[in-house]
């Protein structure tokens, strides 16, 4: 599949479709737990949590990266991410409200292919940032 | 504790990965994403020539990893956290696909920590080839022990 987007057109400074996951809840954690086969325990079980010391359960930090993988997928297309790389800064609760966004930083080429690069980032809804990241996607 | 340097280099067993369809419908429900190029093979089809993979999916190879295929070093479950994960894609991957993935301990090393104290960090690169042996993807994951639970 060809790309979404053009190189020649694309600018630094342009910015990704924006996703929002509204209403983080219990159910994502566990519903990613089946799908993913990240059973630790820390994302579904409280009684696990609790003798931790942890409040309550909290979100596989890959669960929030897949959510913002689709700023990427949205803009180039599935299948036209060559790098994408994520940072966990914080954790993501239950009831938390998360805006998933992107901007482009720089245009290069690799192995003959033309590439967008750029930061993509999650923020929860006090305006903290949750998951912090880099990227590569193919432009046509 | 001293940390155990010599489990850098390890490699696990090679693990088999079979990139199927119901696992990337389920993976794609899981993070929200009503793209109809994980539901519908048609358009999938037309559009690139095969169903194609969410950017993240391949964390689901923990499902095919025995534990022999799991270079680790003996963290505490409880003070666990995933510090980065690092996808590179060289070829694309499709439903139908049968990856090989091997993993290896990269490095682990030792670093003062804030609010946690001192944390232990290992990172695995797991390299997946696929069935004509080509290598298609590298996942590298950062893991972190705190020295006692965090939470913010």
């Known amino acids: 599949m ?41 994302h579904y079980d409280q009684t696990f949590v609790e003798a931790a010391g942890i409040p309550t359960v909290f979100a596989q930090g890959m669960w929030t990266a897949g959510c913002l993988s689709r700023c990427l997928t949205d803009y180039a297309g599935a299948g036209q991410v060559r790098r994408f790389k994520v940072r966990f800064a914080r954790q993501v609760w239950p009831g938390d409200t998360l805006t998933c966004r992107g901007k482009v930083t720089g245009k290069s080429e690799k192995h003959g292919e033309r590439l967008i690069e750029g930061e993509v980032e999650v923020i929860n809804q006090k305006g903290e940032a949750t998951v912090k990241g880099t990227f590569a996607v193919a432009a046509g | 504790m001293a940390i155990d340097k010599s489990i850098i280099g390890q490699t696990g067993k090679p693990f088999t990965v079979p990139i199927e369809w119901s696992k990337v419908r389920e993976f794609a429900r899981a993070i929200r994403d009503p793209n109809p190029l994980y539901f519908d093979p048609e358009l999938a089809k037309k559009e690139c020539g095969g169903i194609p993979v969410p950017p993240t999916f391949l964390q689901v190879a923990a499902f095919w990893m025995g534990e022999d295929s799991m270079p680790t070093a003996n963290f505490d479950i409880r003070r666990i956290l995933h510090g980065e994960q690092d996808f590179e894609f060289l070829k694309p991957i499709f439903v139908g696909d049968v990856l090989t993935g091997t993993s290896r301990i990269a490095d682990v090393y030792e670093k003062a920590g804030g609010r946690g104290g001192k944390m232990t960090f290992m990172v695995t690169e797991i390299e997946y080839k696929n069935q004509k042996g080509e290598t298609v993807a590298f996942a590298r994951g950062t893991l972190v022990e705190t020295a006692q639970a965090v939470s913010s």
């Open chain 1, 2 to 42: 060809a790309s979404k987007i053009k190189y020649d057109a694309v600018k630094v400074g342009d910015e990704t479709p924006t996703v929002t996951i509204a209403n983080v809840a219990r159910p994502d954690f566990v519903r990613y737990a089946g799908a993913s086969g990240d059973f630790v325990p820390l």
